[in-house]
């Protein structure tokens, strides 16, 4: 079955410390791939996202992601988490023909 | 910047009320979406329309229906509200070019079902 997969429900880091969040789909072509944070309370903001070339992405606030079509995986990263960093985050594929899916989210947080 | 409002953050109604959910964007955005969120679900599609008038179900349409008459807003009604609707909604939209380009979402709406 198709689907977006982000492994861990739950992430706890200290304040400095590095951060990756995990996400695997599984379509068939590559598909557009997304990442978003939502803030307690509040809707869904772009992080960043990826259509093609450099599968290197970088986005707002610090974020990176990097695409590996090998391992169908869209891995989120910050060098240094801050913080406000502390949020849900949210992978998403979308398809052609306006089809968007979203992983079912990954807590963040983070500890002084 | 594209903003998408949502007419209520913070929504109680009864059992058997009709409630409607209003969204607003204002980027001349051609698609739009009613989504439910509820803790280990995710998000899930309610309902998108892609132009006026036109609509199609989403994964969990039941229980809800839909309206765009105007190409900026979107509603969201639930003909008769009950407990296991109580949910977070969120409303988003994007263009719509035959590729599929990121969403852009409201702040929600918490609406509580007694």
């Known amino acids: 079955a198709q689907s977006v997969t982000q492994p861990d429900i739950h992430i706890t880091v200290s304040e400095g410390a590095s951060l990756e969040l995990r996400c695997n789909y599984s379509y068939g072509a590559t598909p557009y791939l997304f990442w978003y944070v939502q803030s307690p309370g509040q809707g869904l903001q772009l992080l960043l996202k990826?259509?093609?070339?450099?599968?290197l992405v970088q986005g707002i606030k610090g974020f990176e992601a990097e695409f590996k079509r090998s391992q169908s995986s869209f891995n989120l990263r910050k060098p240094s988490v801050h913080w406000s960093d502390a949020a849900e985050y949210f992978c998403?594929?979308?398809?052609?023909?306006?089809?968007?899916?979203f992983g079912t989210g990954t807590s963040l947080t983070v500890i002084p | 910047d594209v903003k998408v409002t949502q007419s209520s953050r913070y929504l109680v109604k009864r059992t058997g009320e009709k409630v409607f959910l209003e969204c607003v964007q204002d980027m001349d955005h051609e698609n739009m979406f009613w989504y439910r969120q509820d803790p280990g679900l995710g998000l899930r599609l309610i309902y998108f329309s892609y132009d006026v008038k036109m609509k199609e179900k989403g994964d969990i349409p039941e229980g809800y229906s839909v309206s765009r008459e105007k190409k900026e807003r979107f509603s969201l009604i639930l003909e008769s509200a009950s407990t296991n609707q109580t949910s977070m909604y969120l409303c988003a939209s994007s263009l719509n070019s035959g590729f599929t380009y990121e969403q852009y979402f409201g702040p929600g709406t918490r609406l509580t079902v007694t």
């Open positions: 998403a594929v979308g398809l052609t023909g306006n089809q968007f899916y």
């Open positions: 990826y259509f093609s070339g450099d599968t």
